[in-house]
């Protein structure tokens, strides 16, 4: 049949008008209406693709621009619904109807899909349009849509841009030089390579800005061909000097050429400068060398295990052998044409350059070392070999890295063994020393300690008396920094939390340092403690102070930091004497001079000082540096001419609790009439001692040697006191004279004196358990002191000793009859209690709980023991006690006799023991002396009481405490047993 509407309308009309379309929601085609005529008969005259969506259900009806669109779907699609027809987008296409039918358009640009119309998925771009389709009535009934395909558009833009960052990371990753120009030829970009080696900043060389880098004798040639091949789109390729960033004119080919577009349009220039200086020069020698080379010498090249390569006076490299890859990892094609000094170490360019210079002089090098950079990071050592030849080097490098690092490890532990040496050496000679300088300022402080009772009532005398003393005092000090550099003091360690300390001498260190010395202290939150010797640490941290004063000419800012620190094994390797761990920093910085790395080498020899002659004895260092090693810590020095220093003191954590400070309370001088040994290498020390212990009452004996005191013990006079010097000359030494003293005497008491105690009796900084010291120089009053005390201690061994025996003896003797007694005793006791016929004050008297301050010692003789009774008193009998008593046969005595009163025992010998037996099981009663060797009596009840709070504690001793301790008593040595039973009585 003829259709006027199909007329013109192509191949896809005569479709249609043969179509049964009866099947379809749109009726037989005669029945269309005129709405549907028109839209049908536009959209085939049409040159644009287009496809009408007809009813709810979109029935197709396209033109021959949407037939090849359609691919294999052609022509089944028409006539067909379109959501059967596109299932692969039939969500977007129902979607596309719901819109049109309700009146409204949809319109998108480059839309991706993907569709199956040649039978396999396809990715398309188009441009969709959709208008609704009206009937006669205006009403909607159906979708037109144009149909634009623009995939060949994105893809060729996305190639574009693809292109486009190819082509710049391309020209950023290869070492030539390469720039692009718009059509007009203004530059617009150029890569790294570019400014780095004309030495400019990016953007600096766009647009004709190039031009600064031109020869001038080549600027107008070069710009006027540029001009001329802008103008004609021809290839621009020109050889001209540019100027390198060290100012140099090296010679370039420059080639650049357009990019046309289809249209024959230039779009853009690329183009590349390539240095051609060397290889214009150098050009025919090297296919010289290349013809002439052997097969010997290229099998050479290729299997030598060491590094060679030939490079350029100026360091480009032009060959490298395989070795060099393997080696260093550099593939040739990547090293080839590459500056030799970029491989360089930057701390190993100026000898390098250096060495290159004397080989373009015709000197050779041998054994020349420097690291060269690994591709996969890090440098080999490299000692090379090297001679110039036709304007080129010839080199040969071996890898000694592994060697160096072995020599360099020797040589660090050489060093460290050398400076450990040195230091003990130095230590030993400086102990020495002190030990005979105080021998020294003992005699001269005793004499004058006895010069002081002759003259008083002479105040010019007495004036001059004291002087003399403050100097024996100066004296002292200066042999303490002697000692503590040696690692030869006595210390006196607490746990304690520095940073409360430091924070302590702030008022002190400001009327120390001047009113111009800013201090700043910093103390971090949740400081560890430290187990130290707090005077040391002021003596320490005084003389940092004040070295940073003057280093600052008194005027700057000191800054003490406090804080927690961790040194790991990495750390501690470097550093053999030093254990990894946790430790506790004070660092002192001042803003001062500065010291230079020869000075920091000897910053902590003794007696070495930057200071003017007389300001300084150059042991403040020394030390501070012997007083943090013999605690177990380190020092370490950070310091740069002009920049001030910094000194980090790093002394170890302790876990223990801190302790409670004690302030020293004065005690009264005290003699006694005992028999007192004194044993002195040195005349004048002995006399003064001999002399003052004579003025204090002791009966006194004299020795020169330890061999003359053991033939005074064994010639029978009772002896009380053995008074011995430490370092004596002759085969008996000191420790030994003690202990032959003891087994011929078992109550003798010693009491050990030195200026230098080497490891006799001191170990770790502490005296051995059971021992006493006495350093020297020490006063009347020290002397006088502990004299009084180790009597006490003695005199209270022996009383307890024959306590314990007549206790032994009463209660065999009692033995048998207790049986029988027991029932009378408890009905006695019973009937005592009820009529309280005996009033509480009518029991024996118990010693009283006081304060240090309120105790008075006495010079007491061994009392006789007093009758025990068989039964000791109710509360006192079976309770668990902790002793603790450094002096051996005082503590085997004193344990026995609790133990025969009924007593469970545990005896300590130091406070580190009791510490944890307390820890480990429950005591009622800790009795434990005042002087310990590790810490005191008074700092181990602090701890005890914190682990045992209802621990009862009595303080058994020749001393009074320091400070009061609340509920403790004292039982002041020799004390007897009915004391001791009401002591423990006490609840």
């Known amino acids: 049949m003829n259709y006027p509407f199909l007329n013109g309308g192509g191949h896809i009309a005569q479709i249609i008008a043969s179509y049964d379309w009866t099947g379809t929601s749109l009726g037989a085609i005669d029945s269309w209406p005129q709405s549907l005529k028109t839209t049908v008969s536009n959209m085939l005259r049409s040159t ?87 009937d006669e ?23 574009l841009r693809a292109s486009e960052n190819t082509f710049r990371t391309l020209a950023q990753a290869i070492p030539s030089q390469v720039w692009a120009a718009d059509a007009d030829g203004a530059l617009t970009w150029l890569n790294e390579q570019v400014y780095r080696y004309s030495g400019t900043q990016p953007g600096q060389l766009t647009g004709d800005a190039w031009t600064a ?56 220039w690329v183009g590349t400068s390539t240095d051609i200086e060397d290889q214009k020069a150098t050009a025919s020698k090297l296919q010289q060398q290349v013809a002439e080379r052997t097969a010997e010498r290229d099998r050479m090249w290729r299997h030598a295990t060491d590094v060679m390569l030939v490079a350029s006076f100026d360091g480009w490299i032009t060959s490298v ?195 111009e010395i800013e201090i700043e202290t910093v103390i971090s939150g949740g400081l560890w403690n430290t187990l130290v010797d707090t005077a040391q640490v002021e003596n320490a941290v005084l003389n940092l102070c004040i070295n940073a004063r003057d280093a600052m000419d008194g005027v700057g800012k000191l800054t003490i930091e406090v804080g927690n620190a961790l040194l790991d094994e990495r750390y501690a390797s470097n550093h053999p004497e030093l254990a990894p761990g946790q430790y506790v920093m004070i660092a002192v910085s001042d803003t001062g001079s500065g010291m230079s790395p020869e000075i920091m080498a000897q910053a902590f020899d003794p007696f070495f000082s930057t200071k003017p002659e007389g300001k300084g004895s150059g042991l403040g ?29 790093y002394l170890p954590r302790s876990t223990d ?25 040195d005349e004048g020390v002995r006399a003064t001692v001999v002399e003052m ?120 003797g009692a033995q048998a009859a207790h049986a029988v007694q027991a029932t009378q005793a408890k009905q006695a006791a019973f009937a005592m209690h009820a009529a309280q016929t005996v009033p509480a004050t009518q029991t024996t008297h118990a010693p009283q709980t006081v304060p240090a301050t309120q105790a008075t010692p006495t010079t007491q003789a061994p ?35 609790l133990a025969l009163l009924g007593h469970e025992v545990e005896a300590c010998g130091d406070a580190a023991s009791a510490l944890a037996a307390l820890a480990a099981c429950p005591f009622e009663v800790m009795l434990t002396d005042i002087s310990l060797p590790d810490l005191s009596g008074e700092v181990l009840v602090a701890r005890a009481l914190a682990l045992c709070p209802g621990l009862q504690v009595i303080f058994a001793s020749g001393q009074t405490p320091k400070a009061p301790h609340a509920g403790a008593q004292l039982l002041l040595k020799p004390f007897s047993i009915d004391q001791l039973v009401t002591a423990l009585a006490r609840p």
């Open 657 to 681: 609790i801190e302790d409670a400070p004690a302030p020293p309370e004065p005690r009264a001088v005290v003699g006694g009439q005992e028999t007192i040994l004194v044993a002195e290498d």
């Open 213 to 268: 880098v031109l020869h001038p004798d080549d600027s107008a040639r070069v710009t006027a061909a540029w001009r001329a091949s802008v103008a004609t789109a021809q290839n621009f390729e020109v050889e001209y000097r540019i100027r390198r960033a060290d100012g140099a004119w090296r010679w370039h080919i420059v080639r650049a050429m357009p990019i046309i577009d289809d249209n024959g349009v230039v779009q853009r």
């Open 693 to 812: 212990l004579g003025e204090l009452g002791y009966r006194v004996l004299k020795a020169g040697d330890a061999a003359s005191a053991l033939s005074i013990i064994d010639s029978g006079i009772p002896i009380d006191l053995l008074f011995t010097d430490v370092v004596m000359p002759g085969p008996l030494r000191s420790p030994e004279l003690a202990r032959k003293a003891r087994e011929r005497l078992p109550g003798i008491g010693v009491l050990f004196t030195s200026g230098y105690t080497e490891n006799a009796i001191v170990h770790g900084g502490r005296l051995d358990a059971g021992v006493d010291l006495l350093g020297k120089p020490y006063t009347r009053e020290a002397l006088a002191r502990k004299v009084r005390h180790v009597l006490a201690n003695r005199q209270h061994a022996g009383q307890l000793a024959a306590q314990a025996a007549l206790v032994t003896q009463t209660a065999r």
């Open 321 to 515: 052998n395989p070795a060099f890859t393997r080696l260093l990892g550099w593939d040739e094609h990547e090293i080839i044409g590459t500056s030799l000094y970029q491989l360089i170490h930057p701390d190993d360019l100026q000898s390098s350059r250096a060495e290159m210079t004397s080989l373009a002089q015709g000197q050779t090098t041998f054994r020349f070392e420097n690291r060269t950079l690994r591709k996969g990071g890090g440098h080999a050592i490299l000692s090379w070999t090297a001679v110039p030849d036709e304007g080129y080097i010839h080199a040969v490098g071996r890898d000694i890295t592994v060697e160096r690092a072995a020599a360099e490890e020797v040589r660090r532990t050489a060093l460290k063994l050398q400076q450990a040496q040195k230091m003990e050496a130095i230590g030993k000679l400086t102990g020495g020393v002190a030990h005979d300088f105080n021998n020294l300022l003992q005699v001269i402080s005793g004499n004058l300690q006895l010069l002081a009772s002759d003259v008083r009532g002479m105040p010019r005398a007495v004036h001059r008396v004291e002087q003399a003393l403050a100097g024996v005092t100066r004296g002292a000090k200066l042999a303490s920094y002697l000692l503590a550099f040696g690692r030869r003091q006595a210390l006196d360690p607490r746990v304690v939390r520095i940073g409360r300390f430091i924070t302590g001498m702030e008022d002190m260190l400001r009327r120390s340092l001047g009113e």
């Open 137 to 159: 009535a205006g009403k909607p009934f159906g979708v037109l849509v144009v149909v634009v395909e623009t995939t060949a558009k994105v893809r060729a833009v996305q190639q």
């Open 863 to 897: 009392q006789a023991p007093q009758a025990v009774p068989a039964t000791p008193p109710s509360p006192a009998a079976g309770r668990r006690i902790l002793l603790v008593e450094d002096e051996p046969e005082l503590r085997e005595t004193t344990a026995e006799l």
């Open 48 to 134: 644009l693709p287009m496809v009408a969506l007809l009813g709810e259900d979109g029935v197709m009806i396209y033109n021959d621009g949407y037939s090849v669109f359609a691919g294999r779907r052609h022509p089944m699609s028409l006539g067909s619904r379109v959501c059967e027809s596109w299932p692969e987008v039939a969500e977007h296409n129902a979607h596309v109807i719901r819109v049109a039918l309700a009146g409204g358009t949809l319109a998108y640009t480059d839309q991706e899909m993907t569709l199956l119309r040649s039978g396999r998925p396809e990715q398309v771009w188009m441009d969709l349009d959709y208008a609704p389709i009206l």
């Open 621 to 649: 260092l020394s030390m501070v540096y012997g007083f943090v090693r013999q605690s177990g810590g380190h020092v370490q020095i950070y310091s740069e001419p002009g920049c001030g220093t910094t000194v980090k003191l």
